[in-house]
């Protein structure tokens, strides 16, 4: 039978009702496990473990006010800015990759050196063109065709005198809808600034009339090897002028865009107030959508499936930069993680459109429906990248935790990988097993998020664009031994067949019903009601408990 962590997911070390999940060699390490639910105004207990343990974060040029909101309703204090006794570090800028060598094992920053490499504008359109070139043009051929401005001017006007229509200008490094506007001609655009152009996609898939994008919220917890989640539910955001394609209105935004910050300030702007509506308005949840989409007879599974696609590939672009300032600039590979916004606009093909890809998405909560899907987001993102129970002014705990785990140097018997590729044909090092323990750590504390790399089709599908095949392999002989050992071309695969959109063209790849399954079992999760992850409280104060715990393992208490 195929190994997919079920049996290690239901291990005794982590429960729904726990305030910490034990990870790291012997369970001996505590993790904070966070939850939406404790926002609630009327929650009689307040959550004392990370005031106990003295648990600190620090922030920075961010728009945090739930990200503040649930550290300080688990008991985290916030510290100044230029501290450095903090478990986590929420900023809205740019990391600089020579501060990571001074960053303690413990300690968590929400962003990977050169992340702009895909939220730039610029930067995105210029890796993805890379991709087109080295690995084929239509397997990445999901951002419109895109020129910066001006040093791409020429090339920009060459390509309008063969594809005549309008095309739409954005900024290379803003948000929220600043700066764009569209144009039918290139004398209309500003050659001064630097700006990108990309072809309109006059072809939006409408509700009632309505141009609409989806907000995604993308996990990143590692680029070496890589390991990507996406979150359950987004946001479908709404136009609220009915969509014209003559082009007699490119001056109307409120038609063409769908950002929620200039949608707001129109009087045809439909609020909901009632958080268990997902579906009335100018924004729904993508959940709402979809269920939306399938009872108009839309195939969703391919549609996300899609949307999947696109994801993967668009990390994947970013890979080599990033991974490789990573491992220049990071002493401890578990300080970065990201979480991007992605925003993708579906046309009448369904096919779905990367329009661009956010460092800091937006986290403010003008909505009840934007609450409830940001608190739950948040909570599980902080759940999933694991902050420990470490006393940010005291080195003792985490220095006898260290000391007390003396791993392995030697190499792992084959024995410990039954049923699968034998290890001793892999190089399994005691830095593999450690990336292979963390990655199934994850997969235990994902809560909502859905991990789609790796998963067991990803190396067929994915393996050739990689930039760092190795360790990636490794990862995916580790946690998929029976398929990597069966592995063929997927060319070559029998089964039934999944339509996954790698190209315009929309080409079938033929799939084991394995991952036929496995797509099933995500777009239930995709569509279905946000779940609140409830609190329950321990009888036994965990202070108590994690003394006990750590008294029991050969440490002291903190």
Known sequence: MEYDDQEYRHTEEFSKESDV????????IPVVVFYASLLDSDAKEKYTLASNFRLTYKTGKSDCKIV?????????????????HFNLYWTGSHVKPYDLRCYGEYQKINHFPRSYEITRKDRLGKNIQRMQQTKGFKSFNF??????????????VAAFTKEQGV?????????????????????????????????????????????FDVRL?????????LRVYLFEEGLTRFATIRYNSTGRNLHNQRMHLTNYSINKKSIEYVR??????????????????????EEEGKDIAMLMSRVEDVIIKTIISGELPIAGTCKAFMNQKTNCFEIYGFDILIDEHLCPWLLEVNLSPSLACDAPLDFRIKSNLVADLLTLVGIVVQDTYSGEVRKKLKDSVVECKSRVKPSLFSGGVDACKLNYTTENMRTLRE???????KGKFVRIFPRVDTWDLYGSYLEHKAVNYTLHCQLFPDRIRNRSTVGHMMGSKVRIRSTQSQEQVSLPEVNIAALHKRIAQYKRILSIKQKLRDTVPLRAVISRRLSHIGLESI
């Open 21 to 28: 999940v034990w990870t790291g060699i012997g369970k001996k």
């Open 68 to 84: 503040r909101s649930i550290l300080q309703a688990h008991g985290f204090v916030e510290v100044h800015p230029s501290s450095s």
């Open 143 to 156: 951002i419109p065709k895109t020129y910066v401005i001006p040093e791409e001017y020429h090339q920009y």
């Open 167 to 211: 095309w739409i200008v954005k900024p290379i490094a803003s948000s929220r809808g600043r700066g764009i506007f569209l144009v039918n001609h290139p004398s209309q655009i500003p050659i001064e600034d630097p700006m990108v152009v990309s072809k309109y996609i006059d072809n939006p898939l409408c509700i009632d009339g309505f141009k």
């Open 217 to 225: 919220y993308v996990a990143v917890t590692s680029y070496y090897p």
């Open 272 to 293: 909901c107030e009632d958080p268990t509506i997902e579906d009335y308005g100018n924004k729904w949840s993508m959940s709402a959508m979809l269920r939306f989409l």
């Open 439 to 445: 990655a199934r750590e994850e997969d235990i504390r």
